[in-house]
């Protein structure tokens, strides 16, 4: 009883987190470190605890590697300019929650609804085409980028800001939904 309410508060703190991460970076561009060292902490603890008393639980060394794994694939999209470090923070706390490959996935689908984000943002404010010409100049050589600022101060790729945390939370519930079924 006592570790499916343990196990039970993991997912409550990865369902807060995704809705903190959402409705933050909508309204103001930004996933805040309150709630992502929330869950990075979280994650660690309840797997210290219980990593491996269920099946859904991951186990310390998992949660670690999901830690890392999730701030590492983040960060490579940092530093090529598309999510601030508020997003690298959140997929790092997903990874820390869920476990390595819940990361993988989640990450995929994150990716997923971010691209269709930017598609229906460009197409609505008419620049689809122009954001299609520097997206694939961007993958010939990506020295062709030219920066803007996330609200942090952190270069983003140019003309378009997403709230990446939005999407990041999307696709991680759809991971979750995935995984659970």
């Known amino acids: 009883m006592l570790i499916a309410s343990i ?96 990361v993988l996935i989640a990450t995929f689908y994150s990716t997923l609804f971010g691209g269709l984000i930017s598609l229906l943002l460009l197409a609505y404010r008419q620049r689809l085409w122009d954001g299609l010409k520097k997206a694939a100049a961007v993958l010939v050589s990506p020295k062709t980028l030219s920066r803007k600022n996330h609200v942090d101060g952190t270069p983003a790729l140019t003309g378009l800001s997403i709230p990446y945390g939005f999407a990041t939370a999307v696709g991680t519930l759809c991971a979750w939904f995935r995984e659970s079924s």
């Open 7 to 102: 196990d039970l508060l993991r997912i409550c703190v990865l369902f807060g987190l995704l809705v903190a991460a959402a409705y933050t970076d909508i309204l103001w561009g930004k996933v805040y470190n309150w709630a992502t060292y929330t869950g990075i902490v979280t994650g660690l603890l309840v797997s210290l605890a219980i990593g491996g008393a269920r099946p859904v639980c991951p186990t310390f060394l998992n949660s670690l590697v999901g830690l890392g794994l999730g701030f590492g694939l983040f960060y490579l999209f940092h530093l090529w300019g598309g999510v601030g470090m508020g997003d690298v923070k959140l997929m790092a706390a997903i990874g820390a929650l869920m476990g390595w490959q819940f």
